[in-house]
Structures are given as structure tokens and as C-alpha cells.
Nanobody, 123 residues
Framework: QVQLVESGGGLVQAGGSLRLSCAASGRAFSGYVMGWFRQAPGKEREFVAA????????YYADSVKGRFTISRDNAKNTMYLQINSLKPEDTAVYYC????????????????WGQGTQVTVSS
């Protein structure tokens, strides 16, 4: 059974940085796409970034390009999200997700989700 566990969230001041981690277990993730999503209070969950597990190709939402970097460490079965120049509007619960797919550009139909980690940015 696939398990995804996020960590690394917290309270930071605007302009600061955080690195979120997503530890994946339960199977080999070859052929999978891993993604980060976030949900701010009162808003719908939105796509942030995705990465192909095999090749490492990446795709970002326009709103985070240049500030967020998604990466993965295949040996550790862990995915990361480096967030720089944090803004108050980045405040949200951040979720990692996974699906068996060949495309990082399809933003839906993720099969597995973590429990989320809270990121709060103070102004």
C-alpha cells in the first residue's frame, strides 16, 4: 500500500524559505508522477508542481515559477519542494500526491495523497 508522508512545514516570515519533504513507501515508483498541491483556507486545492519519477522532468504552476523547485531523490524515495521568497499568499496546507502516469502535464487523477503539512507565512 502506497504511503506518502509530508514534513517540513512551519511558520516563517515573508521572504523566508522552507523545504518540504514527501517520503514515499509501499512500492517502487518507477513510472510514477509525483506532485505537490496546496489548499489555502476557504479555497480549492490547487496544483503546485509535478515531477516524473524516472526522468525528473518538472512542471510548475505559473504562480510559483521561479520561487518553487521540485526535486526527488530516488535512492531515498523522497520528493522535495524548495520554497523561496515566501509570501503570505503561500499560506496553505501542502499535500504530496502520486499516480502511475507518463505525463506530468495532466493535473488530475492522482491516486495517492499524503496527510498534508501546514505552511504559514507571516507578513
Amino acid at each position: 500500500q502506497v504511503q506518502l508522508v509530508e514534513s517540513g512545514g512551519g511558520l516563517v516570515q515573508a521572504g523566508g524559505s522552507l523545504r518540504l519533504s514527501c517520503a514515499a513507501s509501499g512500492r517502487a515508483f518507477s513510472g510514477y508522477v509525483m506532485g505537490w498541491f496546496r489548499q489555502a483556507p476557504g479555497k480549492e486545492r490547487e496544483f503546485v508542481a509535478a515531477i516524473s519519477w524516472n526522468v525528473g522532468s518538472t512542471y510548475y504552476a505559473d504562480s510559483v515559477k521561479g520561487r518553487f523547485t521540485i526535486s526527488r531523490d530516488n535512492a531515498k524515495n523522497t520528493m522535495y519542494l524548495q520554497i523561496n521568497s515566501l509570501k503570505p499568499e503561500d499560506t496553505a496546507v501542502y499535500y504530496c500526491a502520486a499516480k502511475f502516469s507518463s505525463s506530468i502535464y495532466i493535473l488530475h487523477n492522482y491516486d495517492y495523497w499524503g496527510q498534508g503539512t501546514q505552511v504559514t507565512v507571516s507578513s
